[in-house]
């Protein structure tokens, strides 16, 4: 299987979750938020594809991190290959955060792909960003809307759970 994204690996991130990080950033996103930080990443075909494996080899020779990141674009547009590397993070001991302009609500009603990917996503910081609401005081996000939300409880409890209340 194939993925397309926008750069490599991203090691030793400590803005993009807790802990220390190692970001994929995949391409393409529909969203098309006013003011994106990353609007080189909207194309569905632009950037680089990869070999899953050659990522998953990546990963398994990871050291000295907490977990990935899957940031884009919006991983939910490549929602089959995001899963296959959620999946094998998780084999390797790793955890799984995930950027995306989908809403929870939206993606507990979206097709299975997308439902599949939310189901093995430990953290989700969701919905598009919005301008207005930008705050550099927001940890780990770029505008108020969007939540750090915790993905197995929300599923357990039938309702949204954050992970930070700030
Ligand atoms: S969801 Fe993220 S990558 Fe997509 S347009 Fe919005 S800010 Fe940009």
């Known amino acids: 299987m194939e993925v397309r994204l926008a750069s490599g690996l991203q090691k030793d991130s400590i803005v993009d979750g807790s802990g220390i990080r190692t970001v994929i950033w995949f391409q393409g996103c ?33 050291k000295y991190q907490s977990g990935i990141t899957l940031s884009g674009g919006d991983p939910f547009f490549q929602a089959e290959s995001a899963t296959e590397i959620a999946k094998y993070a998780h084999e390797c001991n790793l955890n799984v955060w995930c950027y995306t302009g989908f809403t929870y609500e939206e993606l507990i009603e979206a097709d299975d792909d997308k439902k599949n990917l939310l189901k093995n996503v430990d953290v989700l910081v969701d919905g598009r960003f919005e301008n207005e609401k930008k705050s550099l005081a927001c940890k780990f996000r770029g505008s108020t809307n969007q939540r750090i939300i915790d993905v197995p409880k929300s599923i357990e409890q039938g309702d949204i759970v954050l992970l930070y209340e700030d």
């Not at 098309?32 to 020779?61: A, Q, S």
């Open 30 to 62: 529909l969203h098309h938020c006013y003011m994106c930080h990353n609007p080189e990443t909207w194309d569905l075909n632009g950037g680089i594809v990869f070999d899953l494996d050659d990522i998953k080899e990546e990963i398994k020779n990871l």
